[in-house]
Nanobody, 122 residues
Framework: VQLQASGGGLVQAGGSLRLSCAAS?????????MAWFRQLPGKEREFVAV????????YYGDSVKGRFTISGNNAKNTVYLQMNSLKSEDTAVYYC???????????????WGQGTQVTVSS
């Protein structure tokens, strides 16, 4: 699976951004999931949200619940991350990833896209 992320940028605190991740190649079909992780400066990569094509189902990290929404467009093999009420602590490089649901939640997805920088100014 090849993943192409886009949509990062600079935004003021309280603002919104939408990230996109398009998958191509050998996708997982109905059993697959696509997710977002992020890496804050000087910290380990952390889980943000995951979207499963079967269901569909979603799951979020505690730090983004109620502010971020993950969704998918099956026809485009694309997953979106709508980020609202952004805070300075959301500043990070955001990575999209793909694999089966459990593998994603275990933090070990097999496919990664390139990162996209999100900077929230206070």
């Amino acid at each position: 699976v090849q993943l192409q992320a886009s949509g990062g940028g600079l935004v003021q605190a309280g603002g919104s951004l939408r990230l996109s991740c398009a998958a191509s190649g050998r996708t997982f079909g109905g059993s697959g999931s696509m997710a977002w992780f992020r890496q804050l400066p000087g910290k380990e990569r952390e889980f943000v949200a995951v979207f499963s094509w079967s269901g569909p189902s979603t799951y979020y990290g505690d730090s983004v619940k109620g502010r971020f929404t993950i969704s998918g467009n099956n026809a485009k093999n694309t997953v979106y991350l709508q980020m609202n009420s952004l805070k300075s602590e959301d500043t990070a490089v955001y990575y999209c990833a793909a694999d089966k649901w459990r593998t994603v939640l275990a933090g070990r997805p097999g496919s990664w896209g390139q990162g996209t920088q999100v900077t929230v100014s206070s």
